[in-house]
């Protein structure tokens, strides 16, 4: 982005204009990189004046001035000195308020008092006074990620995004809509969608009273545009407050692009209160598949797009799911009227208690799930589970109430996977052929054959070996099941022992 003072824009027609680069301008571009690449070693107010000149000879000097801007961030600037300025400054100071400096020669010696203090030479002592200040540090090294043409892109770019610095609301077509929303998304911007008779549209809004008092909106709309130039085809069109007047700017992909390089600093993925729900959710390892930023939902006119989606893992069945965070009564009310028009599929929505708008969520067939600050991972778990207690029933009455594994060792596991059903659902059956050993099925022929290879009093990694030649990895209900018990010894492992009768 660039500093609004280097903004070239025409208001032709009431509108509000970018004045692009274009081929014209590769040689300037080439130019301003020869300049910097030409001043390496050189004090920045050397290099200031070769700009200078050819600001002059240019017919917009904005435009050498932005080409320069995005360079500065491209070049790194060191100071160079014999002495560290500042400790210069200090014993400078310090010698000729002893001397009492009036004439050159108290200067002088003033200069001696205080290169004698820090073992410098004077000569050194005096030119390292003000090597900090800005124009007189050193280009220590430039290099630019952009090549002219690319640096031109570059410019094009940037000229955009400053423009969105002052937009109060900013309307998008793309042929890539779902990256679009997603990074609407992670710069925590309110949007909707709109059905439209060109196609969906996605409209980013914010707070009037937000916009007076800030630009942080603004600056988002500038980082948004990155990723919507990326698309093969879109229209941005936006509100501009134009010095209190509002200006409409239209933007397409044959204006602007990204150049062919990573930016050095890329919008982070989303945080705060989704990032957060989502890390807790997957760490629980639930039998629903947790998806980011599902398929859009007809919402009468409009369109709406949940933040997540759970997918059972055991059947073609998916919840939608919706955080709704702090928004203006305005979108509120718009997002209440989306849930309205929203049938035929399952919604929870977690809702900020300070919104105050459960009750009306409630009314539209969706289930609300309060929450203040983070969303409890608990109270979504035990919605979900309304649904999974309905689709293990039904799962189970599909299944016949004997199973008869062919294996002689299966666990619960696998033997779900097999019917393609969760494990809840195989648990509630009889097995007669099998004796259940903790989440494991075993033929008793095996527990036989088990029970005359260990014996008490061998170690409990000797079990373990035997037990796994059958396949049993849960020692504990198998020793159990066998009437033994381990008796532990520190760290060092554990000895098998006949388990007690109880009288």
């Known amino acids: 982005m660039l500093t609004k003072d280097l903004l070239r824009v025409s208001r032709a027609g009431g509108g509000f204009h970018p ?49 320069a801007k995005l360079l500065d961030r491209e070049a790194r600037f060191e100071v160079r000195a014999p002495v560290d300025p500042r400790r210069a400054r200090e014993a400078a100071f310090a010698a000729s308020e002893a001397v009492g400096v009036v004439t050159a020669d108290d200067r002088e010696r003033a200069l001696r008092r ?22 007189r540090q050193v280009l220590a090294e430039i290099d630019p ?37 997603s990074a609407v998304k992670r710069l925590r911007l309110m949007y909707e969608v709109r059905t439209t008779d060109a196609g969906r549209e996605v409209v980013v809004t914010g707070p009037d009273a937000l916009f007076r008092a800030t630009r942080r909106y603004g600056t988002r709309f500038a980082r948004l545009l990155r990723t919507v130039a990326t698309a093969e085809e879109w229209t941005l069109t936006a509100t501009v407050d134009d010095r209190g007047t509002d200006r409409e700017m239209v933007l397409t992909d044959s204006d602007v692009a990204v150049p062919g390089v990573e930016p050095v600093t890329e919008v982070s993925y989303d945080s705060g209160v989704e990032a957060d729900f989502a890390t ?29 989606a759970f997918d059972y893992r055991h059947a073609d069945f998916r919840v939608f799911f919706e955080i709704m965070g702090f928004w203006t009564p305005e979108y509120v009310e718009k997002k209440l009227a989306q849930l309205d028009a929203i049938d035929d599929v399952e919604l929870l929505v977690a809702v900020d208690e300070s919104l105050g708008a459960g009750e009306a969520i409630e009314a539209r067939d969706h289930r609300a799930i309060p929450y203040s600050g983070t969303v409890r991972v608990k109270d979504v778990r035990d919605a979900l589970r309304r649904y999974e207690d309905d689709l293990v029933a039904e799962h189970a009455a599909d299944l016949p ?25 195989v648990d509630g059956k009889s097995f007669p052929e099998h004796e259940r050993v903790g989440r494991t099925l075993v033929r008793p022929a095996v527990l036989a054959a088990l029970g005359e290879r260990i014996e008490a009093g061998m170690t409990l990694s000797e079990a373990e070996d035997i037990l796994d030649e059958y396949g049993l990895d849960d020692a504990g209900a198998a ?3 066998l009437g033994y018990r381990v008796e532990w010894e520190g760290l ?3 000895t098998v022992r006949e388990r007690e009768c109880e009288a």
Do not use: C, M
Request: net charge negative; charged share 35%.
């Open 19 to 67: 004045q692009f680069a274009d081929e014209d301008h590769r040689d300037l571009a080439a130019r301003v990189l020869g300049v910097y690449q030409g001043h390496v070693d050189h004090t920045r107010s050397d290099l200031d004046s070769a700009l200078t000149d050819l600001e002059r000879d240019a017919d917009d000097f904005k435009l050498v001035r932005g080409f």
């Open 114 to 135: 205080a290169a004698d203090r820090l073992d410098a030479d004077p000569d050194d002592l005096a030119a390292t006074l003000y090597a900090d200040l800005d124009d």
């Open 145 to 181: 990620r952009w090549d002219p043409e690319e640096l031109v892109a570059q410019y094009n770019l940037s000229l955009a995004q400053t423009a969105l610095f002052d937009a109060t609301e900013v309307r998008v077509r793309s042929s890539d809509p779902k990256a679009l929303v």
């Open 280 to 308: 807790r959710f997957e760490s629980l390892g639930l039998d629903w598949d947790l998806v980011r930023e599902p398929e859009p939902l007809e919402a009468g006119a409009s369109v709406a797009i949940p933040d997540f």
């Open 401 to 425: 109430e004997e199973l008869r594994p062919e294996a002689d060792v299966v666990t619960i596991e696998s033997l779900a996977t097999e019917y393609g059903v969760s494990e809840d659902a």
């Open 479 to 481: 020793l159990s099941a």
């Open 492 to 494: 060092s492992g554990g």
